[in-house]
């Protein structure tokens, strides 16, 4: 009788949305990161806007099942590996591994920095701690940082001083105004080869190594400057680091024109081996080649696209938008490219989300497109673009395993219901096609 | 103990509401075999109490009762520096502003059945969840002096922040200007959610940790709104469109407005660009604050791309002054009600006796208007436009905007032309940003206010040209 009254209460359940495995009105808020199962058969997606991971089928793009992870967790970069799903929770700091086939998610917690002031509770505890003082405020004390040397200072005394950095035309504690997480973590590789896991974390600027059968911390490497994107060379154990967009300087980190590469041949430490500077800033997009001799990588706020090779250094650039055909040090801020991806020996795609355009010299705001650019490694010519509304906004891209086919997210526009989703795009003959959308 | 049980109450209530939804919705979908109108999934996972409008933007049935607010009065006696900051912010000010009263008794004249709520839903949501009607007050006065709960004359209060549970959406408003937004608050049950990690309770009420209060996302429903689809109010939406921080997070409302003080602690003033105009400037408690605020908001320089200022003249020439305006602000310069409000560029070229041989944007007190039909002046604001496209002062009005703003992070270049028809032995070239929260028009009914109104300056740049000897 029991049993019979659970089978019941599940049915009615899934019927009607409550478990969520139905294919009924879901709109989605801003869709973010992509990835596709070994077999090619799912398409998982992670929905930035409502803390969810949605599970789509790859051949029509029906939604087979929507995971709700947490509204405030912000979800963000996800990658699939060994029926798990790993998953960063930007606004908690921390990454959850969930298990397919249980729908079981471990929590990760990601703090590369030392514990805060704040934590310490008792007066002893704090005033042992470098940097920290009790604030003695009767029910309200508490233990905090000492006293910001920062403050008052002039812009020549700023930047003299450790910990300090000159910021919107004041002087501030290093880090300081950042005040959504100590970490956020943003973008995860997984290398199934030697069976690691790296994650970035854009405020405090390190990349974590991880093992993929205990997901325990290995190794954590410092590289500032707001790390976001990654690619792999498995082979030669080699990482390659991306930037997040710096917005006039505000975001943490001044510097914002290199890519790194990390060797993690050592098991236990990374090293920072190589450093690549470009002369765009904002390098975001990166993608690497099959045999990993060249990394490509776009600049979000200057649209240009870069070839680097690894081995000699070299690196060549070439402007993407050519309406405007800007040097390469004009942000121009039109296409906004956000991520690429190097397919087969010769192709490479990238995602601009594009959107709203400011023309600096008359004022006026124009609509571009989100697009799909499809460029030639060997020629670094445009082969075919595939435009979307100004509203799309394509962000992540991810190939198919086992298919021509690329899937992209639309994170979509704040203001327009529907306009986020997830598009299937075949690229047979160089022709870039829409296979199915969904929104 | 207590947040163990509260947390129990909470799962309670979520296996409830998702009982209640079998019995409401899918108990008849059973029989039917789909159902095609699930309720939204967030109502199951996180506890909040409920309202229901109808289309007209009234409550029908809530969960909410004013005493379920505590009045700010309440918060006082342990969080002083908290509360006298509440206290001269705009949020405490919100149902206080006469030019709030004006344009609130504008909404109910021209829509008699919702244009009360309308406004109303966000200057007093506890007025608005509770469904107080205020349509009887029509001065600040009348409604302080009145004997409506603390709560409602509170403004923005508190437990207006400090009951969210999860996040609300953009306020999309319809043709009839109806009320919609959606609050997402767990008042009245002694709870107080917040910021801080691990919170202590204490003996006036329990602590809840939250990380969404470090989220852009919190300032909404009611700092982004669109009316009729024209992007009205639209400063949640402005940050969101830039793509590193909608990624991120980062550059958050709160990281800019409510700046962290030393204490570890977070500044409640809230501080924008609005003020209370009831006050000469000078004593205003918001004054040097939204100064500072401004005055980090942009970066203005001589020069873009190739173009120089040169570092001399001649007599006969064109002097060209290329000017470049980097903003250095996660929204629209300006944001918000940003069709009250104008940016501009002032420029002034003396000679070397210090007489004024040119200027734009120059105003010679504050309550003037700037000279609108000056082809060389750079301003920066938005005109809303009205069902025949005119000119429109109101948002409940508003079929169409434009938008001269300055894009969040964009750059602005502008060129000014000077011919120099004498000798000199140099010039001094002077440009100011400018800004002020009210076009001066706006006040026209509030005589008194109109002459309190700041104009602050934003950045300012010098330089010296010479005469070619």
């Given amino acids: ?439 | 103990m207590k947040t163990i049980i509260w947390k129990l109450y909470g799962q309670l209530i979520n296996v409830m509401s998702s009982l209640i939804r079998i019995g409401t919705c899918c108990l008849s979908c059973v029989i039917v075999t789909s159902c095609n109108n699930p309720i939204p999934d967030e109502e199951i996972t996180l506890t909040s109490k409920k309202y229901v409008l109808n289309e007209f933007g009234q409550i029908t049935s809530t969960n909410f009762s004013a005493e379920d607010f505590e009045p700010p009065k309440n918060c006082k006696e342990c969080h002083p520096n908290h509360y006298q900051e509440w206290s001269e912010s705009m949020h405490a000010y919100a149902m206080e502003d006469p030019i709030f009263f004006s344009g609130w008794e504008q909404a109910q004249h021209d829509y008699p059945e919702t244009g009360e709520r309308f406004c109303v839903q966000c200057h007093s949501p506890v007025a608005f969840l509770t469904g107080e009607d205020l349509s009887d007050y029509s001065t600040s006065e009348e409604l302080l002096e009145s004997d409506l709960p603390e709560q409602i004359k509170a403004g923005i209060s508190c437990d207006i922040c400090h009951s969210i549970t999860s996040l609300s959406q953009t306020v999309h408003t319809d043709n009839n200007l109806a009320a919609v937004a959606d609050y997402h608050l767990y008042p009245g049950e002694g709870i107080k959610i917040g910021s801080i990690q691990n919170p202590e309770s204490n003996e006036h009420h329990e602590s809840e940790y939250n990380p969404i209060f470090t989220r852009s996302e919190l300032c909404l429903p009611c700092h982004d709104m669109t009316i009729r689809g024209v992007e009205a109010e639209i400063t949640f939406t402005e940050w969101s469109r830039i793509p590193g921080l909608a990624m991120s997070g980062e550059l958050s409302c709160q990281d800019c407005h409510m700046k962290q003080k030393n204490d570890g602690t977070h500044d409640h003033h809230f501080t924008g660009v609005d003020i209370n105009l009831s006050y000469p400037m000078e004593e205003s408690p918001l004054y040097n604050k939204i100064e500072e605020l401004l005055q980090s908001a942009v970066y203005i320089k001589f020069g873009y791309y190739n173009f120089a200022l040169p570092d001399s003249i001649s007599k006969g020439e064109t002097l060209t002054i290329p000017v470049a305006v980097s903003s250095l602000t996660a929204h629209a310069i300006p944001s918000g009600t940003s069709f009250s409000r104008e940016a501009w560029l002032e420029l002034v070229i003396r000679n070397d006796q210090g007489n004024i041989l040119y200027q734009s944007g120059v105003i010679e007190d504050n309550s003037e208007p700037l000279d609108l039909s000056d082809v060389d002046l750079l301003l920066f604001t938005t005109q809303l436009m009205g069902e025949n496209e005119e000119s429109v002062n109101s948002i409940i009005n508003a079929y169409s905007i434009i938008n001269n703003s300055l894009p969040a992070f964009s750059d602005r270049y502008h060129q000014y032309n000077y011919d120099v028809v004498n000798d000199y032995n140099f010039l001094i070239v002077k440009v100011r940003m400018r800004f002020r929260s009210f076009k001066p028009y706006i006040l026209n009914g509030h005589p008194d206010l109109l002459s309190n109104l700041p104009v602050f300056e934003m950045e300012s740049i010098c330089d010296t040209i010479y005469f070619k000897q």
């Fill in chain 1, 1 to 439: 009788m029991l049993n019979r009254f659970s089978y019941l209460f599940v049915v009615i359940m899934i019927s009607c949305g409550v478990i969520n495995f139905d294919n009924s009105r879901v709109k989605y808020i801003t869709l973010h990161g992509i990835d596709v199962s070994d077999d090619g058969e799912r398409v998982f997606v992670s929905d930035r806007g409502d803390g969810k991971l949605h599970i789509f089928n790859a051949n029509d793009g029906s939604r087979i099942q929507s995971i709700k992870l947490s509204d405030n967790a912000m979800a963000a970069g996800i990658k699939y590996a060994n029926d798990k799903m790993f998953i960063t929770y930007q606004a908690l700091d921390q990454v959850g591994i969930i298990d397919l086939n249980t729908n079981n998610i471990d929590i990760i917690d990601i703090n590369y920095l030392p514990i805060s002031c704040i934590s310490y509770t008792s007066i002893m505890d704090c005033n042992m701690v470098t940097g920290c003082e009790w604030m003695d405020m009767g029910s309200m004390s508490h233990c905090m940082n000492s006293v910001d040397v920062c403050l008052g200072l002039d812009e020549e005394q700023c930047i003299s001083v450790d910990g300090c950095d000159w910021t919107m035309n004041m002087c501030m504690e290093y880090g300081g105004m950042m005040d959504m997480g100590n970490n956020t973590p943003h973008f995860i590789v997984i290398d199934t080869m030697n069976h690691y896991w790296f994650v970035t974390t854009i405020t405090s600027g390190f990349v974590g190594r991880y093992s993929l059968y205990t997901n325990e911390l290995i190794d954590k490497i410092e590289v500032g400057d707001s790390p976001a994107l990654m690619v792999l060379n498995e082979y030669d154990k080699k990482l390659y680091v991306s930037r997040m967009m710096p917005m006039a300087g505000m975001m943490t980190g001044a510097i914002s024109t290199i890519i790194q590469e990390i060797d993690y041949t050592d098991s236990n430490h990374m090293v920072l081996s190589k450093q690549f500077e470009l002369s765009s800033p904002a390098p975001h997009g990166l993608a690497i080649n099959l045999d990993g001799s060249e990394i490509y990588t776009t600049s979000n706020t200057a649209d240009w696209i870069w070839k680097i090779n690894p081995s000699s250094s070299d690196i060549i650039g070439f402007v993407m938008d050519e309406m405007i055909g800007n040097t390469h040090d004009i942000e121009t801020q039109r296409l906004k490219p956000i991520q690429c991806l190097s397919v087969g020996d010769s192709l490479l795609f990238v995602t601009c989300s594009a959107g709203l355009w400011y023309d600096p010299l008359s004022g006026e705001q124009d609509t571009i497109p989100g697009q799909v650019q499809l460029w030639n490694t060997h020629t670094m010519s445009l082969i075919d673009t595939l435009q979307f509304t100004w509203k799309a906004k394509p962000w992540h891209i991810v190939q198919a395993p086992v298919k021509d086919l690329i899937y992209l997210t639309l994170a979509g526009d704040n203001l327009y219901l529907g306009s986020s989703g997830i598009v299937c795009l075949s690229y047979e003959n160089n022709n870039l096609e829409i296979v199915w959308t969904a929104h």
